[in-house]
């Protein structure tokens, strides 16, 4: 597991929590923090409604950075707000359009309150078989939740997929 020497954070955000969760995991590994915007309108209600629609329909989306050269770095946390049990487009585009061959990837995920580990699960398996390394996830449920309290939940998850030595194993955070 990376220290933070050539680890990345991407992740997309409609409403701020995968947000405060990327940053945090930046200030723990003391990282650059990327976010991925989807250039589809997502805000309000009808911006709610069109990604319960395009999450099942329209998975893939226009993304700003459309490309990224990950090269540089090892390993590459990405995180995505979970909608219907899915990430959000703007990260089903990332998985489906990056090269994260030969990259530890670590995913992560914020949900209201519920989600599937299986389908977390899905997304490392798809990452495995694209060629990536080993995938360890957390997943972290913010209701009721303030910033500072996603923050230090995202801080605890960091230390626990640090402290894991199994490389090559997948490792979940009971968030
Ligand atoms: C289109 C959409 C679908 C969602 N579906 C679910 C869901 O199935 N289960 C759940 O617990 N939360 C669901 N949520 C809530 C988000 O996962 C949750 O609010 C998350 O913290 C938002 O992260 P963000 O602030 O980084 O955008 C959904 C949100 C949106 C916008």
Redesign the pocket.
């Known amino acids: 597991m990376a220290s933070g020497k050539n680890t990345l954070v991407l992740y997309?955000?409609?409403?701020?929590?995968?947000?405060a969760v990327a940053r945090a995991i930046g200030e723990a590994l003391s990282c650059p923090v990327r976010e991925i915007k989807d250039l589809k309108n997502?805000s309000g209600f009808w911006?709610?409604i069109s990604?319960?629609i395009d999450?099942r329909k329209h998975p893939i989306t226009g993304i700003e950075p459309k490309a990224l050269d990950v090269s540089p770095y090892d390993t590459i946390f990405l995180g995505s707000?979970?909608?219907?049990?899915r990430f959000?487009p703007a990260i089903t585009t990332v998985l489906s359009t990056f090269d994260f061959a030969g990259k530890q990837v670590v995913l992560f995920a914020?949900?209201?309150?519920?989600?599937k580990q299986a389908k977390i699960d899905a997304y490392a398996q798809a990452l495995s078989a694209g060629g990536a390394r080993s995938h360890k996830s957390f997943v972290i449920k913010?209701m009721k939740k303030t910033p500072e309290m996603l923050r230090q939940e995202a801080q605890k998850a960091v230390a626990v997929i640090a402290n894991h030595k199994m490389q090559g194993h997948e490792a979940s955070c009971p968030c």
Do not use: E
């Not at 707000?81 to 049990?85: A, C, D, L, T, V």
């Open positions: 997309y955000s409609r409403t701020g929590n995968c947000r997502r911006g709610f990604g319960m999450v707000p979970i909608w219907g049990m959000a914020v949900v209201l309150k519920q989600f913010t």
